[in-house]
């Protein structure tokens, strides 16, 4: 079993800056996939920002030029670098990695979930 922990969530004022960070724990063999997802209150799970094994990456519209993914390959680390945070970006930030495990077998893992809260 793969177990993501988050961390890095809080509050912060409108154009500030908030770096999360998603540990991966068990027997890993490979990772396709790296994914940040996010709910606001309401609303669906939005796909926020994905990097493949091969490291190219895409954003929501809405994030673009303002959040960087980017992962730590000998920690199994992923992070979301967030700049220019606006109240919108307000929500709960989920981790989620595809992979395979050191048994071969896939796995789908998410994270808890970390609180980010943007205020004017």
């Known amino acids: 079993q793969v177990r993501l922990v988050e961390s890095g969530g809080g509050l912060v004022q409108a154009g500030g800056s908030l770096r999360l960070s998603c540990a991966a724990s068990g027997s890993i063999s490979s990772i396709r996939t790296m994914n940040w997802y996010r709910q606001a209150p309401g609303k669906q799970r939005e796909l926020v920002a994905t990097?493949?094994?091969?490291?190219?990456?895409n954003y929501v519209d809405s994030v673009k030029g303002r959040f960087t993914i980017s992962r730590d390959n000998a920690e199994n680390t992923v992070n979301l670098q967030m700049n220019s945070l606006k109240p919108e970006d307000t929500a709960v930030y989920f981790c989620?990695?595809?992979?395979?495990?050191?048994?071969?077998?896939?796995?789908?893992?998410w994270g808890q979930g970390t609180q980010v809260t943007v205020s004017l």
């Open positions: 990097m493949s094994s091969g490291g190219s990456t």
């Open positions: 989620n990695i595809i992979g395979t495990t050191g048994w071969r077998s896939n796995f789908n893992s």
